[in-house]
């Protein structure tokens, strides 16, 4: 199975290319971003406004969504205790596996804001928990760097849509928990009359001790992490 990603490069003869250092990752989309959480009070009503925030998360996967909108209370307690505490509330979105509340507005005490608690339900009592002052992600982000261990760089790698070059160029997988793969040196098999482009494409063909392909969803796409050194061939 060939696993695209975005690369440029430009072939001419004679000259040698490399080595190519890329780091493989899951190429998956950030998280839904959940609705504003609702708000309510628990215990007597007060005076005070509270703001709270959520960010889906799925740690299999590195996954994380963009923050939600403020859920906010007007009437909440000045001093949040066991018994006069907030309760937040929120919806599930797809892919998501925990969900991390952040309460960024507040009364009186407790004051900090910040990463309350990371739970795997959607409902949270906040009771006058200290929040640990960091802030909520403004973007979502995709997955990460995909664990290679057990698997082996199939000797093909080949330019899309050129596919005659840097074939049988037998890469190695340098770094497994990594996800970190080189391409040694390779000089160009014959002259590609194209000049360096924008968004072009790359494939790496990698498949585990059993000889079966990686499926997309593990394997995702790759990126280069270092760039293309040329010297006389």
Same mark, same amino acid.
């Given at each position: 199975?060939?696993?695209? *990603?975005?690369?440029? /490069? ?18 998956? @989309? ?14 007597? @009503? ?9 960010? &889906? ?8 969504? &963009? ?9 909440? &307690? ?17 892919? *998501? ?38 802030? @909520?992600?403004?973007?979502?982000? @995709? ?13 093909? *790698? ?36 194209? &000049?360096? /482009? ?36």
């Amino acid at each position: 199975m060939l696993l695209p *990603a975005n690369y440029d /490069i430009f072939i001419e003869r004679g000259i040698t290319y490399g080595p190519l250092v890329i780091t493989v990752y899951d190429d998956l @989309p950030p998280l839904p971003t959940v609705d504003a959480p609702t708000v309510t009070t628990a215990g007597t @009503p007060g005076s005070a406004p509270w703001t709270y925030n959520i960010v &889906a998360r799925n740690p299999d996967t590195g996954q994380y969504s &963009a923050v939600s909108l403020d859920g906010t209370i007007a009437t909440g &307690a000045d001093t949040l205790t066991s018994s006069n505490y907030n309760v937040i509330r929120w919806e599930r979105v797809n892919g *998501a596996k925990v969900y991390d509340v952040y309460r960024m507005g507040t009364g009186t005490s407790p004051s900090t804001t910040g990463l309350l608690r990371t739970t795997s339900g959607v409902t949270l009592n906040d009771t006058g928990i200290a929040a640990d002052g960091s802030t @909520p992600p403004v973007t979502g982000g @995709p997955g990460v760097v995909v664990d290679l261990t057990g698997f082996t760089a199939h000797a093909q *790698a080949r330019r899309i849509p050129d596919d005659t070059i840097l074939q049988d160029l037998q890469p190695a997988i340098t770094d497994p928990s990594g996800g970190v793969v080189e391409i040694p040196k390779f000089t160009d098999e014959t002259t590609i009359d194209f &000049a360096l /482009i924008t968004n072009g494409r790359w494939s790496l063909v990698l498949e585990n001790s059993s000889g079966d392909w990686l499926p997309p969803i593990v394997a995702g796409a790759y990126s280069v992490v270092n760039s293309v050194t040329r010297d006389s061939a």
